[in-house]
């Protein structure tokens, strides 16, 4: 993908983050999950900034704007998990980024996580 393409694809923003793929519980697959269909966008939103393989620091930055939208959501309007999909998302998001210290992410999807799990205990 080059950059004009990356460009597109995060332009589309939410359309393309619907369009993720991942690993869903099958019993789960038609349950709408909030907290699943945010992580599922960003981590699209990443890869497409993580396709792109050279930029100056304002492309960098215009390419960021919409991911930092949705760790804002994330770490400030942090939506609940409904299904065991949508905790186990936040949960392996959590892990993937905490080598990047993502911890205003970590913290609010560890904890939503916990809440649906222990909801269920």
């Known amino acids: ?5 990356a ?3 995060l332009g ?3 359309a393309a983050g619907a369009l993720a ?3 869903v519980i099958a019993a789960e697959a038609s349950t709408h999950d909030p907290l699943l269909a945010l992580v599922e966008r960003t981590r699209s939103m990443l890869a497409a900034v993580d396709a792109i393989e050279d930029f100056t620091d304002d492309e960098l930055n215009a390419v960021m704007q919409p991911v930092n939208v949705l760790y804002d959501e994330i770490a400030y309007r942090t939506p609940v998990a409904t299904t065991t999909a949508g905790a186990l998302a936040a949960l392996r ?3 993937d980024t905490m080598e ?7 913290r609010p999807l560890v904890g939503a996580a916990l809440a649906y799990f222990e ?3």
């Open 21 to 23: 793929g991942g690993a």
């Open 119 to 121: 909801g269920r205990a």
């Open 12 to 14: 589309a923003g939410a």
């Open 100 to 106: 990047h210290s993502c911890e205003i992410i970590n």
């Open 93 to 95: 998001f959590a892990h």
């Open 7 to 9: 460009l597109r694809t």
């Open 1 to 5: 993908m080059n950059r004009r393409e």
